[in-house]
């Protein structure tokens, strides 16, 4: 993955604060998500395709239209997490990025 742009930090820090995160896992996943600078969003999405794949995919990432998880699926192959950022919240799916990186990353972020 190249070094991220400046472009990445502005996209995260308009990224909406969802309500349906708990206020501990909202700061820790966006404090986490910043840490770990595109990793979690390449990471999330890699894990939902291979869902897909198997047949099992996530319930989010199964309601996206065909176009959407298109846009996604280019924006992992060119290893680019902002147009993930953009895709996940322009759908609504903001707090899944929180969630994951808040279950997945967060002992990795307190080392």
């Known amino acids: 993955m190249q070094p991220l742009s400046y472009y990445y930090y502005n996209v995260l820090e308009g990224l ?3 309500c349906d995160v708990p206020s501990i896992e909202l700061q820790e996943g966006y404090d986490t998500l910043y ?28 309601a996206l239209d065909d176009e959407q998880r298109g846009k996604l699926h280019k924006a992992l192959g060119d290893n680019d997490p902002a147009k993930i950022l953009k895709v996940m919240q322009r759908n609504g799916y903001a707090s899944v990025l929180y969630h994951h990186a808040w279950e997945h990353f967060r002992t990795a972020a307190a080392e």
């Open 35 to 62: 840490r770990h600078g595109g990793r979690i969003e390449i990471d999330l999405i890699r894990k939902a395709e291979e869902g897909n794949a198997k047949g099992d995919p996530y319930h989010w990432y199964e």
């Open 16 to 18: 909406e604060k969802p």
